[in-house]
């Protein structure tokens, strides 16, 4: 009888304190003062969120007074979106995301960003043409704009004015072709102490989705179809563009192999004046700022057979589709890449900010920094292009790692690239899985 | 899933704990009465083990069940749970990368776990010599095992770096070498002129985790220590009566006397080499060309960075299938050469 109304008992104990410990934590929608909160989640480092906290975020809510922002940060990019997962899948998800073109891909294809195209046509404050189209480019998928970009840059080549000097080769310009790009990068390759190993390179030709692209289409090549239903990496120009791009290292050893960095990152090489040329975005500048001892510029990226052409990296920020307050979140998400968001950006340094009026402006252009030509990388949006990715895009990013023997020099190019086109080609005919 | 291997000790511990109390339950119920006193004790008992059973409930029954669910459906954490039945291990039955990481697992085990238990019972002999300073020497051999995996792993990418590394700059050391193409006469050569380019080369990049693999030989060769010491001095005693060599005595007495420790030694070494992850998630990612990708750094790829969570489940529960058979073959195999005293 007592063993029963123990048992009783306990249960009794029992199943409030365990449903407490179960129940979904819910975010409270409104704060004391009936403000709606929205949270919006981002991986700013310490001295960005100050940035935040002490000029954007005070600044929009005197404007917005019935809004109130939350920030949520990973602080850093390691472990970004493992928290953003968690925070979904625990049901707490935020209001606004801040994505990257790395890491947006993957949550387009999962479909759980809002399109804003019924946001935009509702809002008559809002003008679409105040942005780069190329860049809002890099944020549509499937017909639907999944958000708005913040921060921008095009790549572009930055090349050690003295080191062109010193060797007697003209610096890069309008002409340049591949065959002007390749004799430079020759000249430029050298063994400055005699000991049979190579001590300064003309190029460095780094195995990054970011670049390659951009000398595929150069030879006129692509690697989707705009339907994204084919991969075209086979195609005979692609092989050429992208053969030209690996052979710099393999072939011509005007670029460095794996080994021959040193365990030194391309821009670190470019700093300790061990590449004369890289291609880079303007995101560099803030690694640059911390010490160049030479003269530097930049330069558009050399003509390739078929066209000039590059790519971008950006920011930007997404609304997640279980927000509860679109019109709110898109309030802040257009405050975030407008005047003031694009003015923040400038502050921290960041590239170039999406919004057209303050990236074209004089406040960015003639920073401390800037080299002469800095508005290369402003000119380079003309032919600049968003690389492509497939609904499957686990898939794709796995066969990427195919070329990494073509690389290394193991295996031939264009084997590499008919193998790539082809794993590609089953996952985008298959399941997503 | 891994947590149940790793937790096997644990497991064990919980039903020694669960085991006493519940004998002392049972003895006392045979006994018919129970007195009041008796009754508060047993009480206190299972509240005792109570917060370990609860965090055991919360922290490793339930995600292996999870997880065992999870084998089952296809999950990106972002959209809702759907169940595709053996889907996963179908797919998993022709992902080349599955197949080309458990090769990569295998090719390590079997050179890594000969390696370290070699090596761990070599320097456990050498280090259970009376001679003066022992202590700092023992001292010294285990200190790898304790420091941060981390910190050894970016130690030994540098070590291994193909130009600037300590390994290469040793290797191409110049050496008086004998030359003997036009006549006898001495020349200086760099020992090896062209050294392995070890992380970088898909060829090189597992032996040279396997030679890292050494670092950590400090654990076992503890274990193989405190063995070592557990042998009664008088056994070597007879053995010297009885004419035996020094081959004979460390054969016939100390390799018996120490089987089960050499055989703990064993089945953790087999866990431990099929677990492997930190290394190549820290140095090489898996590359080049997959060459180190192991069996759980893929695993661990799905999961945290393809976010394919019933993909994963399932890698690890197949992991845990392989493991498991290895071991109960180890248990059944010990049973001929294993001897307790």
Known sequence: ?433 | MLLLVVKYGEARRLREHIGIAWRRFEVQRMRQRMSRRQRAEAFSGFLFILPWVIGFLVFTAGPVIASLTLSFCKWDILTPVKFVGFGNYAKMAQDPLVRKSLLNTLYYAAFAIPLGMCGALGTALLLNQKLSGMRLFRTLFYVPSVTSGVATYLLWSWIFNPELGLLNRALRHQVWWLDFSKGIHWKIVPLVANPPKWLADPNWAMPALIIMSLWGVGGGMLIYLAGLQGIPEELYEAAILDGANNVQKFRYVTIPMLSPTIFFNLIMSIIGAFQVFGAAFIMTGGGPMNATLFYVLYLFQNAFMYFRMGYASAMAWVLFIIILTLTLIQFRLSRKWVHYQ
């Open chain 1, 1 to 433: 009888m007592k063993r029963v109304l123990t048992l009783v008992i306990s249960v009794i104990v029992a199943v409030p304190v365990v449903s407490w410990v179960m129940k979904p934590k819910v975010r409270p929608e409104y704060d004391e003062h009936g403000r709606v909160i929205i949270e919006w989640y981002n991986y700013a480092t310490p001295e960005f969120l100050d940035l935040y906290q002490k000029y954007l975020i005070p600044e929009f809510e005197r404007t917005h007074p019935h809004i109130k922002i939350r920030l949520n940060s990973s602080l850093g990019d390691t472990g970004y979106d493992a928290k953003l997962l968690t925070l979904i899948a625990g049901k707490i998800p935020p209001d606004l995301v801040h994505v990257t073109q790395q890491n947006f891909p993957f949550y387009a294809v999962k479909d759980i960003l809002l399109d804003l195209t019924p946001l935009i046509k509702s809002d008559r404050e809002f003008h679409i043409n105040d942005y780069f189209e190329r860049v809002l480019e890099g944020m549509r998928y499937q017909g639907k704009l999944l958000g708005l970009p913040s921060d921008f840059s095009t790549i572009a080549l930055v090349y050690n004015k003295d080191m062109f000097d010193k060797y007697g080769v003209p610096y890069p310009d309008e002409t340049w072709d591949w065959n002007k790009f390749l004799w430079a990068a020759k000249k430029l390759t050298r063994d400055t102490d005699g000991d049979g190993v190579i001590d300064q390179f003309g190029f460095v030709n780094i195995n990054s989705y970011n670049r390659w692209p951009a000398w595929v289409w150069m030879a006129g090549g692509d690697i989707l179809t705009a339907d994204m239903k084919k991969c075209l990496m086979d195609d005979p120009r692609s092989i050429r563009g992208m053969k030209f791009y690996v052979n710099l290292s393999i072939k011509e050893h005007v670029a460095p192999t794996a080994t021959q960095t040193l365990g030194q990152s391309f821009e670190e090489m470019f700093m300790a004046e061990r590449a004369a040329m890289i291609a880079d975005s303007r995101y560099a500048y803030k690694v640059f700022s911390k010490g160049m001892n030479f003269r530097w510029d930049v330069a558009h990226m050399p003509k390739g057979p078929a066209c000039r052409a590059t790519t971008f990296i950006w920011g930007g920020n997404c609304i997640l589709k279980s927000t509860k307050h679109p019109k709110e979140a898109w309030e802040f998400l257009k405050f975030l890449s407008g005047y003031e968001g694009a003015i923040l950006n400038v502050k921290a340094g960041n590239a170039f900010p999406a919004y057209k009026k303050v990236a074209m402006s004089d406040i960015v252009l003639k920073s401390s920094i800037s080299p002469p030509n800095d508005k290369v990388f402003l000119e380079a949006i003309s032919y600049g292009r968003q690389a492509p990715f497939p609904p499957q895009y686990t898939e794709f990013s796995q066969a990427m790692t195919k070329f990494e023997g073509a690389f290394l020099g193991l295996e031939p190019v264009d084997v590499v690239c008919r193998r790539f086109a082809q794993e590609v080609n089953a996952a985008v005919s298959g399941e997503v899985w």
